[in-house]
């Protein structure tokens, strides 16, 4: 029976990889997703003899002894780190991030999540928020006279008019990092939540952190940011 129990263990982590893999395929195109490994270590072992132990009849040392192990477990299931490709969208709000670091988002509860998908929209305020409706942090609204719009690679968003040679300055994006990136909590939507284990935001400018301009990329994972148009 003992053997029937071990096999249920390795049956039961092979199952959690290959559901781990099965979700990296089903996000291959999802913007802003980086791949997750699911990561394994053996269970506890039963001492039948101990190596080193000394017989009782000759007191010699026995060299290896019987070591029984009971299976297998999940240990985690972790984020692959790793700098997406960026690609060419020319849209004048698609933002990637080059390097580390995360926009923030305000959730509708207050808290604050983050994201790297760069794929921004404005609302029918003008406000610009992410493909899920969350307003970005801080807060930048796009006037509804404003012919064009263009986000240069240090996050500062610029909007272009009609009557007006020089654009006008709207704010500027900032970028979030942690220290542990793997502890944060995914909750699906390309969002995550800070935790213990993550550390807490550090919140710069993305000139500071390097930061790419926008509409040239939706990246998976992009500090610099990337556009389509960009003011000199």
């Known amino acids: 029976m003992r053997?029937?129990?071990?096999?249920?263990?390795?049956?039961?982590?092979q199952q959690m990889r290959v559901e781990v893999i099965s979700n990296n395929l089903a996000n291959m195109s999802t913007t802003g997703y980086n791949p997750r490994r699911a990561e394994f270590a053996d269970l506890y072992y039963q001492q039948a003899l101990r190596p080193g132990t000394l017989t009782?009849?000759?007191?010699?040392?026995?060299?290896?002894?019987?070591?029984l192990g009971l299976g297998v477990r999940p240990t985690a299931v972790t984020v692959m780190l790793a700098q997406g490709t960026l690609t060419n969208t020319n849209g004048d709000l698609d933002v990637a991030i080059d390097g580390n670091g995360y926009l923030e988002i305000e959730l509708p509860s207050g808290t604050s999540a983050y994201t790297r998908d760069g794929?921004?929209?404005?609302?029918?305020?003008g406000l610009i928020v992410t493909s899920e409706g969350y307003p970005v942090v801080p807060g930048l609204t796009i006037p509804a006279d404003a012919t064009s719009v263009a986000i240069n690679a240090n996050?500062?968003?610029?909007?272009y008019f009609e009557d007006q040679v020089e654009p006008e300055n709207l704010g500027q994006f900032t970028l979030a990092t942690f220290i542990n990136e793997k502890g944060l909590e995914a909750t699906g939507g390309n969002m995550f939540l800070e935790t213990?284990?993550?550390?807490?935001a550090q919140v710069a400018?993305?000139?500071?952190?390097?930061?790419?301009?926008?509409?040239?990329?939706?990246s998976r994972?992009?500090?610099s940011i990337r556009c389509a148009r960009s003011p000199s």
Do not use: H, Y
């Open 221 to 223: 994972k992009a500090p």
């Open 119 to 125: 794929s921004l929209k404005r609302s029918a305020d």
């Open 196 to 200: 213990p284990a993550s550390g807490p």
């Open 155 to 159: 996050g500062e968003v610029f909007a």
């Open 3 to 13: 053997a029937l129990q071990i096999a249920a263990t390795g049956m039961s982590a």
């Open 56 to 67: 009782s009849t000759e007191g010699s040392m026995v060299p290896t002894g019987v070591q």
């Open 205 to 218: 400018n993305p000139g500071e952190q390097g930061w790419a301009p926008c509409g040239r990329a939706i």
